[in-house]
């Protein structure tokens, strides 16, 4: 069992910055692949980026390609989410999630981001 726990998220005007963690607890996280996803209101839940635990090869959702960077502090057993310039678009719930690889099993309990004028 992998308990996970995020935090970070705000309120920010466009083209600024957040920074959202992801802490995690219970079992190793060795072999497994972390991932952040987002859902707007009456929008479908998006894959945003994801690394492995074991090596850091990453990937993100074109979207934010060149905006965002997802990492990892192994020792810390927490995974970040840099967001820079934010748009409005970017606005919805941004939960972090673990999985061996094929699914995601466990998920946080989701942070809030708020991109306004």
């Known amino acids: 069992q992998v308990q996970l726990a995020d935090s970070g998220g705000g309120s920010v005007r466009p083209g600024g910055s957040l920074r959202l963690s992801c802490a995690a607890s219970?079992?190793?996280?060795?072999?497994?692949?972390m991932g952040w996803f987002r859902q707007a209101p009456g929008k479908e839940r998006e894959f945003v980026a994801q690394?492995?635990?074991?090596?850091?090869?990453?990937y993100y959702a074109d979207s934010v390609k060149g905006r965002f960077t997802i990492s990892r502090d192994n020792p810390k057993n927490t995974m970040y989410l840099q967001m820079n310039s934010l748009k409005p678009e970017d606005t919805a719930v941004y939960y972090c999630?673990?999985?061996?690889?094929?699914?995601?099993?466990?998920w946080g309990q989701g942070t809030q981001v708020t991109v306004s004028s």
């Open positions: 999630a673990a999985g061996p690889g094929v699914t995601y099993d466990y």
């Open positions: 219970g079992s190793t996280l060795r072999g497994y692949v």
């Open positions: 690394i492995r635990w074991s090596g850091g090869t990453t």
